[in-house]
């Protein structure tokens, strides 16, 4: 796996939801990294209330999605474990939530990203790619 074979995930990225806008923002930066973002937008108000810098690093020939959030002193890092031209699975069974991220390319414009706990509890996000 190389991280080229995640560049569908290039962009910004928006999911709509009742009372919060989830937003997401990727580029390449490298052959071995893309950075970007991630921020909760309250739709109400407008206010910032999440925000977390997000990173996937290839090393030592594995891909690693590492995410920087406010309520975590150190980063998480997640191992992907799946990878097609429509999908990346990302694992971390040792963190308590999520331990799993799994990102479907439903077309070019539509993104589901599925947050669990490696069972079935959790959420499902479903973005729609921002066109400038």
């Not at 806008?21 to 970007?36: A, K, L, P, R, Y």
């Not at 999440?50 to 997640?78: C, H, Q, W």
């Not at 990102?103 to 947050?115: A, G, I, M, Q």
Request: charged share 25%.
């Amino acid at each position: 796996m190389s991280l080229q074979e995640l560049r569908w995930l290039e962009g910004e990225w928006h999911a709509v939801g009742r009372t919060t806008t989830t937003i997401e923002f990727w580029s390449q930066v490298s052959d071995g990294t893309m950075e970007g973002y991630g921020k909760g937008i309250d739709n109400v108000s407008g206010a910032q209330k999440s925000v977390e810098s997000l990173r996937l690093v290839e090393m030592s020939g594995d891909i690693f999605y590492i995410a920087k959030t406010t309520g975590n002193e150190f980063p998480i890092p997640f191992k992907l474990k799946l990878c097609d031209s429509k999908t990346a699975v990302f694992e971390n069974m040792a963190h308590d939530f999520p331990k799993q991220l799994k990102y479907e390319l439903l077309d070019d414009s539509n993104l589901t990203v599925l947050v669990t706990d490696g069972g079935t509890g959790g959420f499902s996000l479903r973005f729609k790619k921002v066109v400038s």
